[in-house]
């Protein structure tokens, strides 16, 4: 059977395109999610697409996808640097998670250098703009078959 992903996304990206496209580019989320769905065609997976701005909603489908499908990859925005029970829900599931961001947290504001789910995900992509999407499904393939643990 195909790998089944879930991409999860959290506050203002379903602003993508709109909000300041000089950092965050201005593929808006249903382009993006119209590339991940032709890429994960091209690396033979299945995948669902989904957002939230709330971060109770952002908990909940990583509690409900979290053993479900094969792997995350979760775009927390903000709450990357904020929330304890996003880290902790991350913690709690069973499937690999690959954390993306758009841009380099780590290259901006002081108050982005804090991330409280680094040390919990399996990997991390960071600063390739929306191509950081194929990427991160590329090496969450390459995770779940096995590859680089020799």
Not at 1 to 29: D, Q
Not at 64 to 93: C, E, F, P, Q
Request: hydrophobic residues 45%; glycine residues 12%; contains cysteine.
């Amino acid at each position: 059977m195909k790998p089944f992903l879930v991409i999860l996304g959290g506050p203002n990206l379903a602003l993508l395109g709109l909000r300041e496209p000089e950092i965050y580019g201005s593929t808006t989320w249903v382009e993006l999610e119209e590339m991940c769905s032709g890429w994960a065609k091209d690396l033979g997976i299945r995948i669902s697409f989904l957002q939230t701005d709330s971060e109770g909603e952002l908990v909940s489908q990583i509690g409900k996808w979290g053993s479900v499908a094969d792997g995350l990859i979760l775009n927390a925005a903000a709450y990357t640097h904020t929330s304890i029970a996003v880290r902790d829900a991350v913690s709690a599931v069973s499937s690999p998670v690959v954390e993306l961001h758009l841009t380099n947290p780590a290259a901006r504001e002081d108050f982005r250098k804090r991330n409280l789910l680094e040390d919990v995900a399996v990997a991390g992509i960071r600063g390739f703009g929306v191509q950081g999407y194929r990427l991160a499904m590329d090496g969450l393939v390459q995770i779940l078959s096995g590859v680089g643990k020799d």
